[in-house]
């Protein structure tokens, strides 16, 4: 039987995409949406999309309609997940945040960078942090949990950490990487990344036709990124925002320590023995590199990877659609793995693009 | 079981959006594909998306394993379906065409506006026009054929034909144009539909920020439209080149006979019990109008009407897929229908835009 | 010596693009802009690409700073050009208005689709209608009046009329339209036609990858194309919007009188003699049809010619930059035309495409 | 009086900008182009922004009308320029190369590098290298030798090289640059960057709404900013495509050394001093950063600066338009310049955007 599933923040961009997967998800039933701005309107009158797939109108947050779900998305800025999450996981309602809030184990770090307290330390501890091919056992952990009838909470990687840290993880981990040196992330995100907010940096006439970086040395996925490779102060993180919808793109450069191989076959090697197990990390052969158009609209990951020599360092490349294993789709995912479902259960969409 | 189905002219655009669908279809399994300029290729070599979705390389067009086929779908230029369809009919195999060759039921009509020989005017009447929201009983006809065991042929409708005759049909066939006056039709189309060849027109740097357009007098879709909507010489067709990959709107300008009701609604009641028991086609409400990424990567058709006053005008437009309702989409729709099953069997995607 | 400009509502699409324009202009030295949005902020702090081009700050709509200028250029909505222009003539200013205030000459037809009240009735036959090649001799009027010493008041036809009446009046001049018939404009504008506020629809990831028509039935430009035309209440006039920044199609379906020649060369003869003395306006040779990359950035109009048989419909398309020849441009022109310069002065750049 | 200028390869992206600036450049006159592909056809008929501009019609590369010309820009591949310069040299006729040919001191790195031997070693020495801001007295040296009636040569910097060293030199020339670390330089280019061929990669479905890695470590580039730079082997290339047409935009990071300041003003002042003299670059302030849009279609570059703490490094970012600074646009000023006219002479177009 299917489980109840709400999104709240249901009409931003990463909440439409949640609804979009879970309409079509063979183990949930979208049950109650939510919107600040848009409650009392029906899905499919706001966003035709919606036409014959969904027939929900948005609720308020609080709208008791919630209660009746196993699981809850939140698809909310970040403070607003600190704010709702408690009172979930008190109705026995689990938790899958895809904002901030629970992504740092160290809420000093999160204080630091998002400028606000962190008003739900106790809750770190119970989080798992859910980037699946990465973070393996803490899933398995609240998925036990969950058998055991515990209500649980997992918080989501956000897009930039997700490619990045698919990018760099197994050179980083295998211990490759020259010792101290600065790791070095150029990325490149599509509008949706910027929000569904009207301003002029999303304006068709400002972001078409348009290259630029921001945020630069400030991004808060700076410390998200370090955490995941273990790493603290040692990434320079410079996102870019680029002409296209959807598609994130992530290039890394790992400086190699002296003794680590010059033969690109030995790092493919071992990115593919590190995502074995993985349906939607794909290790491209042959010096290829990845067509973000390729993974749009997927939960899938495509990485390529390329020596830099005499400099001697690697260039991993991630490409996936941020709202999708960068968002949306991720959050499906582990979703799926907390409640005991196959990771790639309403997941298996291909890219319109090729 | 599932029905054992092949794609002939695989690795053009229409052709890898079947593979995307079938791929995909609960009822049908992918077991060739060919492509005489990718042949013996791994699909996901050549088309990463296809990466852990479909392992199949490219054959050639006359690949015995073709002949394992319950259907095939032919996504072809005009001449080859002649060419090919009456082999696989005889061989007993089902044939979905997408190209033009059966459309026309005139063979005259074709060979003007084609400038070569039909070959295969027999085959003609055996063909039904695949259009199911506008042609029922002609699959209903071959449905019954195929039940009976008899290979059966469909020549799905074209892109704009598609498009502008659900706009126009309801209104042209109760009779509501007036007398002999022309229907003008101004259609816009994205770059998917100019081909996967590279060409000066489909260079990005000379389609990107550019609007044209093409064909004027002399598309070969205007006979198509004006057999559908029975008005022989009626339609002025202009076509038009937009930046985007996937998407076509078709502005349809039907003058009205004078004792026509000046009424909006009266309009929209009548499209809407046209396509009451359609799953695919919307009549928008309150003077909406149809956006193309509403419907974009899926087999929707979404219509908006408004009247243009003291002119008397009707202007429907109709905003599809060209890839999706277009071709690939109503293509497995119309299998759909021809070998028993739901008819959005397979072809439940909601767009990924709004 | 230069005369000195000023431009009102700087800070819009059309007013940047008059900023961009007069500060490369050998004749105007632009003295003054104004933002009641961006007052007090240095123009190129705002829009870098000012940077070392223009180093004046946006004034406040009623600064003092205006009264030195020769001519303002009025780039506001509609009522706020019926509230400025009088105090400018009357302060001896001549006033050359992108609004759509003074265009129509009849004050009941602006009344019925602006729903507002004129309020200076008087000032519309002091107006010279803006549309240089079709319009001449008003301009040559208000010329002749402003060398006698007078300020004078010019209102530029609207971009959509612009490129519409360009493709339609030489036929309709030469009366080979068909009597009574509705003619057909379908028009394809870029999002800088929406204006630079922020809103959904010029949202990039609501515009892009999307095609739509709006306000169907009910454009306000709609009685302005027929004013230029002669032809009141025969236009059925849909407009759409498209993926790019820049660029207008307008294509125009003129139904013929059966007496009306069928040779394509008859046409192109006919338009060529009509727009013989205009350096903007190029009628393509060939069948060939225009491009709105091909004219971006300028001031020129291309059009080209086909017929429709046996409908016997001339299919007329013009090509422009709605924010050149449809808006800023076109101002330009007026005022080099009404202050005695070569028409084409400062407006000489090519497209940055080809 | 006007320079007689000549184009050979004037069909390319960067020709027809060559065309689109010697058209209205006052102090050249353009008088022949070249094109192997186009011979024969009128520049307009072809490419309809020229009609009512130039009315040339393309030659094949060898016309005598070429001897005409006092100064040839050669926008051909590499070895073409090889084999073309030193004839037109023998006539007299100097020669600004916008090929790769003379850009390498070293002709065994060329070799390296480009994989073809290097045919005119003795040219070498004689080449200017063509990077105004930062290689002036080398252009100093050939504008004396033209002076004194010498036919000169000048190799015009690439794109790459150009964004990224314009965004790395300051502080690299001042040693704030950590010893022996690697340099990072992740650039995104348009797609004119890829060239006029219609290609796979160049097509609009392939390009559009897809972010992509290309040449990692194997750029030919790369050696070109290693020389500007004087860093050898201390450089980690990698070029990116992205879907707009001009624009490029380098990301440069670069680690400092302990002693380094950690006050980005004392950058921003380093760097507005660096660049005090040159009319085409701008530092901007505020920790504003650069939008490719904003210099599209001018010779402008843009640069935004950062410090990225406390991983130290500088974060050096510059956006020009790859056709206009970094080809045709750096061509024109460097004609300037070795030809005694004001180096901005016929390049104060403004961008089409803001």
Known sequence: MAMKAGVVGAAGFAG??????????P?????????????GQ??????????????????????????????VFLAVPHTAALAAAPGFLERGISVVDLSADFRLK???????????????????????????????????????????GEAVLVACAGCYPTATSLAAAPAVRAGLVREGAPVVVDA????????????????????????????????????????????PGRVVFTPHLAPLGRGLLSTVTLPLSDDAPRDIEHYRALYRRAYEGS????????????????????????IGLALSEPAH????????????????????????????????AGLSGVSLSV
């Not at 969904?54 to 919630?66: I, K, P, Q, Y």
């Open 16 to 25: 439409m995409e949640l609804m979009r997967l879970l309409s079509a998800h």
């Open 42 to 71: 029906r899905a499919a009158d706001a966003y035709p999309a919606f036409e014959g797939v969904c027939d929900l109108r948005f609720l308020s947050h609080d709208d008791a309609a919630l209660d009746a779900c196993d699981v």
């Open 313 to 344: 360092a690697l260039v991993a490349v991630c490409a996936i659609d941020n709202l999708g294993k960068g968002a949306a789709g991720q959050a499906v995912q582990c979703a799926n793995i907390v409640f005991g479902l196959p990771q790639d």
């Open 106 to 148: 160290d809420p000093a770090v999160y204080e630091q960078w998002y400028k606000v307290p962190h008003t739900q330390k106790d809750l770190l501890a119970r989080a798992a942090f859910g980037l699946p091919e990465l973070s393996g056992d803490e899933l398995a952990r609240v998925a036990t949990a969950h058998a055991a």
């Open 188 to 231: 490149v995100s599509g509008v949706t990344g910027a929000g569904k907010k009207a301003t002029q940096r999303t304006h068709f006439c400002f972001a078409d036709a348009n290259l630029e970086a921001y945020g630069v040395g400030t991004h808060r996925h700076t410390p998200e990124i370090e955490q995941i490779l273990g790493m």
């Open 279 to 302: 349906p939607f990390v794909a290790v491209l052969g042959d010096g290829a590199m990845p067509r973000t158009a390729s993974v749009a609209g997927t939960n899938r990951a495509h």
């Open 27 to 39: 183990d949930f039933q979208l049950v109650a949406i939510t919107s600040s701005e848009l409650a």
